[in-house]
């Protein structure tokens, strides 16, 4: 079984910056494509931020583009961190790392979550 854990959640100012990582522990896998979730209260899940993982090609969602940053940390170990610049009260939510592995159609190994909140 995949684990993935995520770490640098927390409270911080608008303005402010918060760096997250995420790592993948447990069984040998390959990963595809591994991504940044994010669910508000209220609101559905949404992806933020997404690299493919052979080419290191990134994706962002409109309303982070130009503040976060996805990034393979360590490639071997799949481990990626995403990094929030700029951050606003509308960036509080609970962020998820996910991963697809190679041959899945879509994200199958998901992460707790770590809590982002923004205080205006």
């Known amino acids: 079984q995949v684990r993935l854990l995520e770490s640098g959640g927390g409270l911080v100012q608008a303005g402010g910056s918060l760096r997250l990582s995420c790592t993948a522990s447990g069984r040998p896998f390959s990963a595809a494509a591994m991504g940044w979730f994010r669910q508000a209260p209220g609101k559905a899940r949404e992806l933020v931020a997404r690299?493919?993982?052979?080419?290191?090609?990134?994706?962002y969602a409109d309303s982070v583009k130009g503040r976060f940053r996805i990034t393979r940390a360590n490639a071997a170990k799949y481990t990626t961190s995403l990094q929030m610049s700029s951050l606003n009260p509308e960036d509080t939510a609970v962020y998820y790392c996910?991963?697809?592995?190679?041959?899945?159609?879509?994200?199958?190994?998901w992460g707790q979550g770590t809590q982002v909140t923004v205080a205006s």
């Open positions: 690299i493919r993982w052979a080419n290191g090609e990134t994706y």
């Open positions: 996910a991963a697809q592995r190679t041959g899945a159609t879509d994200y199958d190994s």
